[in-house]
């Protein structure tokens, strides 16, 4: 935290009240409850603004519950602003802690942020749907986004206001941590890996694809696959540099029309440096939604033993062009193209041979190792899903090239 | 203040560099990066990168079965400048049988990594200990000498401006107008 700033931003404020304030004074204040007493300093310029208004006198800056009484618009609220706004409350969500008494999502025409009303102020209780006028709350900041922090000093009232809010759908690219409401097609869904959560899969429009989460929560519907949505409010999450929405503050409504998935399409050019174990033949899951791989036992990690597994054929591996590694995973019609080997070809050898399944990773293994290939795909989860991958071939102009860039005189 | 996310983002798997023979014979310098027993080796080459994979493909010109107890095999690869070392022993089984399945001559893709071997005499020797060795064709071979080529003209053009390359500078000096003819050598030996 930058206290000169703070510093800057009590002496304007304090300045537009028509006083003269010593910046260094203020900032030397700042630095002591800082420094020596482990102030936090959202709460030392909150501190410090009050002492200094009343010092010189002024009211209606600083001190709670009559500062900062300038309506501002959501979208514009930044981490460590004492703000007055008027929203909406478009999600409640459970408290994580027994220290919040309610938390949740606020709207105006502007944006929507997440809000914590801590239970030590006794704030009360806001409904779903109602607009409230929230004075003298705190933007703090919470893994990366800001957050609209409810304490003691807020005032809260509930005013009547009768417009409808329609938020604004962004494109999946361009979302951002935080709120988002985005219209999209549900292009994957996965059986949630354990109780708690409902469904997981993949949402898509023009612009690209996400992850989704539902966690199991009462009234709460699972997607159903390939239908368009209209998903309003819901949470943007970052987790290892990956975005994902979690629906459970959103509202989600189907929408008429089709939605041409965008593809984040990248290329991808290099060798094939490295067949991963789990290519060649490989045996599904064959429960619906399921299509997890089996292990050599038929065991599926969540149906157990599948006697009634479906064949199919696939390569993970590393395309490399020497200046980076890049895990691919390529499908069955790929494969079946790359290796010349069709499904069905492969199925016949391996329950022939005596090397079985081994025999045909091999096959694989021996036709695109260690060849140049290009492949095209969307990218998801750090590794490049192919859709379409040909071989590199020999460009003499390329040759020509590379000869001139080396110069020198011929041998 | 910005998010500690939880977990360091997976690392990146090391890029397998191209590297000609005449270059990697050169390599001198190895060190390991970190103190952990599993810290990766690294050698840095003379045209200036680290690297602790490298990607070859050549001809298998000749391989030999040695030990008994502790089977390995040694195998030539030559590529247009010379020649790479190549072994695979017990300990890297697949790649080890991958090799002993080929008959030479043949073109072959290796990746491997590059092991620095002092002999009782004082000579440094460079090997590549092999990851996995697949037979390929012709094309391939054309491909990689001009995949090499650019990518070693890629580290001369950076030659002086990156740590790596500094360190190189230093340990070999290296003249990268050398290198320069190395790959108009090695270009000029593809047949068209």
Redesign the interface.
Known sequence: ?NLSEVTERISRKLESNGAQPDRQKIESRLRRLVDEFGVNAAEAERTVTADLAREYHITGVGTSGSSSTELRQICEVAPNDWVTIEGKVVALTRPVSPSMAQTGIIADSSGAIRFVAWARGNPPAMEYGEWYRIESAVID????TPNLSIHSGTTISQIEKDIPLLPSITPIAELKPGVGSVRAKVVQVREAPHDRMLQAGLLGDESGTIRFVIWNEEGKDKLELDAVYNVFYATVDE???RLSLVLNTAMYITDEGDIEVGKNETGVQG?L???APGSGLIKRCPVEGCNRTLSRQNYCPVHEIQPEFRYDLRLKG?L??????K?VLMRREVVERLAGITLDEAVQIAETNPLGMDEIFYRI??AV????YTCGGSEFD?RLLVDSCTA?????A??AS??N????E?? | MRPQSKFEPAREREPARRVFASELRETRYQFKDGEDEKSPNFVILPTGIRSNRIFIVGTLTEKQRQGDQNIFYRGRVVDPTGTFFISASSFQPEAMQQLARIEAPAFVAVVGKPNLYTTPDGACLVSVRVESITVVDRETRDLWVLDTARETLDRLDAFGTTDDSKKAQEEYGTRPELYKKIVYDALSQVQL
């Open positions: 935290m900041e919470y893994r990366g987790y290892n540099g060798a440096v490295h067949i590393v490399d062009d020497g200046v980076h590694a895990n293994q021996n190792l260690g060849r140049y750090g590199s071939t020999f460009e003499p390329e040759l590379l000869l860039r080396a110069g020198g011929p041998a």
